[in-house]
C-alpha cells in the first residue's frame, strides 16, 4: 500500500544550470534572488516549515537546520530545453536529445497557411509575446475582426487567444486541437487555449486555460506504474503534459490555491500509487510577469500546507517537492531559465540526509517508481537503495 506524492512547484529554479550560458541564462537563480529581493525589502521571506524540512540546506539567504526532516539536494537538467513538457517528462524518465522547436521572430508563413487551412480561421500578432500584453495590444481587433490572436515566447508553443463571448470554449479548443496536429508535423511542444473575458482597457485572462501537448514516448515512468495496476493521479496541467499517457485520473485545478486544497483532499484518501501534483501559478502569474513579490507569498502560501500533510502522512510514505526548470521573476526578460532545481524528499518516521547533486531530473521519478515497488530500468537513479 505505498504512496508518494510528487509536487512539482513550476519554474523554482535554484540557481544557474552547468550549460545556463548556452541558453543565455547565466546569473539566474529564481529561489535565491525572490529571498534577496524579500530581505533587501526589510521583510524576510517566512518559509518555517521548508526550512525544517531543509530548503535552507540548499540555497542561501534562509536558515540551515542541522537535522532536517527531508532529504535534500538539487538537480541538474540533462535534456535539451527548459520548457514544462521538457522538464515533467525527464522527470518521469523521459530525456530529449533535441530541443523542441522555437520560433523568436514569429511563425513562418508556411506554419500560418496550414493553421489557417487546418482551423479555418485567420490570426493576429504572430510574434513572441507576454499573454497579458498581447491581449491588452490586440484585442479589440479580435472582437471587431473575430481573427485569433496567434504568439509564442522562448518556449515551444503555439498560443491562441480569444475572448470568450467572441469564441466560445468548446471552439476555441476544438481550434487548439487542430493546431496540434499541424504541431505535431513542426516539433511543437505544446499548444496553448489562452481564453479571456472583459471589455478594451480591462481584458483579463481566464482560468480556463488548456495545454495539448506533443505525444510523449510510449514508454515512462507513469506507464510503468500504471502496468504495475497502481493508479497515477494528476492534479492541475499534469494531464495535459503528457496528454493523458500514464495518467489514471485527472483533477484540473484553477490556481495554487485550489491546486494546494485538492492535493491534501486527495492525499487524505489515496490508498496507494502516485499522487502528481503542478501548482501553476508560480510559473503563469508571477515568473513571466517578473513580481518576485507574488512570487515569496505563493511560497509562503505553500509552505503553510506542509504541517497538515505531515499530519496525514502515514509512515513510510514519500513526499518530493521540486520544480520543471527555472523563471527567476527578477532576471531580464519574462522567459524561463536554464537552472538546477531543489528536491526535497520527505519520508515520514526518517530523519534527512544530503542527496547532493543529481545529474538528471529523472531520479526524482526513479525514485518514486522505486517506493511503489515498480520496475525501472531506463534513466534515472533512486534516492535511496
Not at 538539487?74 to 521538457?86: E, Y
Not at 489515496?270 to 499522487?275: A, C, D, V
Not at 502522512?313 to 522567459?335: C, E, K, R, V
Request: a negative charge; aromatic letters at 10%.
Amino acid at each position: 500500500m505505498a504512496r508518494a506524492l510528487l509536487i512539482v512547484l513550476d519554474s523554482l529554479g535554484t540557481g544557474e544550470a552547468p550549460d545556463a550560458e548556452k541558453y543565455n541564462d547565466t546569473g539566474s537563480d529564481t529561489l535565491g534572488h525572490i529571498i534577496e529581493k524579500f530581505a533587501e525589502r526589510g521583510t524576510p521571506i517566512k518559509l518555517p516549515n521548508l526550512i525544517r524540512w531543509g530548503l535552507g540546506n540548499i540555497t542561501s539567504g534562509i536558515e540551515r537546520t542541522q537535522d532536517p526532516l527531508a532529504y535534500y539536494g538539487k538537480m541538474q537538467p540533462l535534456s535539451a530545453g527548459k520548457d514544462t513538457t521538457t522538464g515533467h517528462w525527464e522527470m518521469m524518465g523521459m530525456i530529449l536529445d533535441e530541443p523542441f522547436a522555437t520560433f523568436p521572430q514569429g511563425f513562418p508563413q508556411e506554419i500560418i497557411s496550414r493553421l489557417e487551412k487546418a482551423t479555418g480561421y485567420s490570426f493576429l500578432g504572430n510574434k513572441t509575446a507576454s499573454g497579458t500584453e498581447i491581449i491588452k495590444e490586440l484585442g479589440k481587433l479580435h472582437l471587431e475582426t473575430g481573427k485569433l490572436i496567434l504568439y509564442t515566447s522562448a518556449d515551444s508553443v503555439i498560443q491562441i487567444a480569444a475572448h470568450e463571448e467572441k469564441v466560445p470554449l468548446e471552439e476555441l479548443y476544438r481550434i487548439c486541437e487542430a493546431c496540434r496536429k499541424v504541431g505535431d508535423e513542426y516539433n511543437i511542444g505544446r499548444v496553448i487555449a489562452r481564453p479571456f473575458t472583459g471589455e478594451e482597457g480591462n481584458f483579463s485572462r481566464t482560468s480556463n486555460r488548456h495545454d495539448y501537448s506533443y505525444d510523449p514516448p510510449p514508454e515512462s515512468i507513469l506507464t510503468s506504474i500504471q502496468k504495475a495496476s497502481l493508479p497515477v493521479w494528476g492534479v492541475g496541467k499534469i494531464r495535459d503534459i503528457f496528454n493523458g499517457k500514464g495518467i489514471s485520473e485527472s483533477f484540473p485545478t484553477k490556481g495554487n490555491t485550489h491546486g494546494i486544497s485538492t492535493m491534501i483532499e486527495l492525499w487524505n484518501k489515496m490508498e496507494n500509487g502516485l499522487l502528481f501534483v503542478n501548482l501553476v501559478d508560480f510559473d503563469m502569474l508571477y515568473g513571466h510577469r517578473n513580481n518576485w513579490d507574488g512570487y515569496g507569498k505563493a511560497l509562503e502560501e505553500f509552505d503553510m500546507c506542509l504541517l497538515e500533510l505531515e499530519n496525514i502522512s502515514h509512515t513510510g510514505d514519500l513526499i518530493i517537492i521540486t520544480a520543471d526548470h527555472g523563471n527567476d521573476p527578477t532576471y531580464p526578460g519574462t522567459d524561463h531559465n536554464r537552472e538546477y532545481v531543489p528536491v526535497i524528499a520527505y519520508r515520514k518516521g526518517e530523519k534527512g540526509k544530503p542527496l547532493g547533486t543529481r545529474m538528471t531530473f529523472a531520479d526524482a521519478g526513479a525514485t518514486c517508481a522505486s517506493h511503489l515497488g515498480v520496475s525501472w530500468t531506463k534513466a534515472g537513479v533512486p534516492f535511496f537503495e
